[in-house]
């Protein structure tokens, strides 16, 4: 059974490894106190050090979930 959440953010993520620690501040900073959340990050083949920036944030904190595409697929 899956757990429910109130708001899902999907965020794509292309060698953004410098801001990602931001960005899930921020989005955490933005959110109402007492509402159920997740980041999905979409990572879209990154060839820099994203993903391990991500594996990072989910061992701190439970509502990061990663997708990781093997290449870049582009907005199509």
């Not at 899956?2 to 899930?24: A, C, M, R």
């Amino acid at each position: 059974m899956s757990k429910h959440v109130d708001i899902s953010i999907v965020v794509p993520v292309f060698n953004e490894e410098e801001s990602l620690t931001q960005l899930y501040d921020e989005i955490s900073n933005a959110v109402l106190p007492g509402c159920d959340w997740e980041v999905i990050f979409i990572d879209d083949g990154s060839t820099d050090h994203s993903a391990e920036v991500i594996k990072g944030l989910i061992k701190r904190y439970s509502n990061i979930i990663l997708l990781q595409l093997y290449r870049n697929f582009g907005k199509a």
